[in-house]
């Protein structure tokens, strides 16, 4: 009796203890199984395109499209130059002896280089321009296409002073005219991710017009597949792991997602990474480091994208970064033109 008695505690605490250990295990195997990471950092990811963004979130689309970065690049068209044509537009590079003129043939931009001797023109040159880069806020630069090679036109329009003249860097001798090559660290930062022909600087396959939701967000396919199965979560209460929200970031992975672009020194890729490696929710340094030129006598001085690089010195992030330091930073408004 004592033995059937002790043989059953046994077997029941054997019982009690296996489903103690079944129940620890399945609550920590469901734990894993939830999502802890973003579902655009795997490598099953795919980039799907703005289009495909805008089925669901439409108002999104509508007003990011019109913000500086919606309109960052596009095809040169009549529509997105913010160019003066009216009064035969004209400039003349002293150290060069060279004319540049912009001009339209139809719906095409062409810039024209040429050189006069007294009433001669002794040398000219006509590129058809193929892209616009810059929304126009501050310029439109050009860009013209040789056989899917991008180069750099040699005339800016500054919108602010409403005139055509050199592109910045081109000025005092140093104008390179249609040579200077667009490769795939200017494009990363002004367009969604293009397709690039590896091996070359500057060839492109496929060239994307403004930058897009996925630059920010991350590469959506995951995202797209739960929420048109119907998996949904409360997004006020909870994160959507399917796709990065910047604004639930921690606040210094939204730095290096801005940084990405909004920084502008010397980068140094790491070891096997390239451009369009970095994703929405990396540490930037996990691609590249970025190498800010001090000059001498002028340690405060900064070019002109280094956005989050003068944020971080303002006073007003200094005294707010302490005191909130642990907290959730404040929602950045970046999908309206009033930022
Ligand atoms: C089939 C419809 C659908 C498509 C397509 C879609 N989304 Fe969503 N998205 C939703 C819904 C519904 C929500 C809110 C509920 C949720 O997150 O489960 C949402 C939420 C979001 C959020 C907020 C997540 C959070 O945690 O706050 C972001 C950001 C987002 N989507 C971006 C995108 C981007 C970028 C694309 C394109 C790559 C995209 N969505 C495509 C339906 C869609
Ligand atoms: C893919 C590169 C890229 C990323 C990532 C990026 N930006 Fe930009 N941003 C640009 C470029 C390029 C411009 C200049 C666009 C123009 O006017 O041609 C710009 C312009 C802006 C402007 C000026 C006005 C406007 O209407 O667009 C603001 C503000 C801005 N960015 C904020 C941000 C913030 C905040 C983030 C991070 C959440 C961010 N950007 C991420 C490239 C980027
Ligand atoms: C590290 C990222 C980065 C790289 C590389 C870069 N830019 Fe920019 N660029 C920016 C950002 C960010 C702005 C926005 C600055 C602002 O609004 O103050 C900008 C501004 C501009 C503008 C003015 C846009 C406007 O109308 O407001 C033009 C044009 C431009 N860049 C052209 C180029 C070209 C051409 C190259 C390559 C040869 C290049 N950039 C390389 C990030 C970059
Ligand atoms: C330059 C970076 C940037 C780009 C490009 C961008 N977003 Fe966002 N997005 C943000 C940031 C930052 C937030 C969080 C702050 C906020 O709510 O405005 C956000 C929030 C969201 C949200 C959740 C909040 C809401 O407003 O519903 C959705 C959905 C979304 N983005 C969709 C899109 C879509 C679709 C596109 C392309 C049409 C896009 N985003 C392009 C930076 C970006």
New binding site residues.
Partial sequence: MKRRLLTTGFTVTVFVLSFLNWFCNSAEKKKDEERTTYAGLSDSAQYVGMETCKGCHIEVHESFS????????DAASKKKSSGNFSCHPQIFDSDKNLFYHPYWKGDSLYFKEYRMEGRDTVFSREENIRYI???????NSHIWESNGYLFQAPMTFYTQKGKWDLPPGFEDGNNTRFGRKIGLECM?????YPEFVQGSENKFSLVKNG?DCE??HGPGSIHVKEKSSGILIDTSKYIDYSIVN?SKLPIYL?FD??????IQGNVVLNEGKSFFDFK?GMKLSEVMNVFMPVYKNNEEQHIM?S?AERLKMSKCFLVVSEREKSKKSEK?C?HS?T?
């Fill in positions: 019109h913000t500086g970065m919606g309109l960052s690049f880069v810059g929304s126009g806020q501050h310029t990363s930062c002004h367009n969604a930058i630059r920010c910047p939204q997602l801005c940084q990405r672009c909004h929405p994208a956005h950045i970046i033109k930022v």
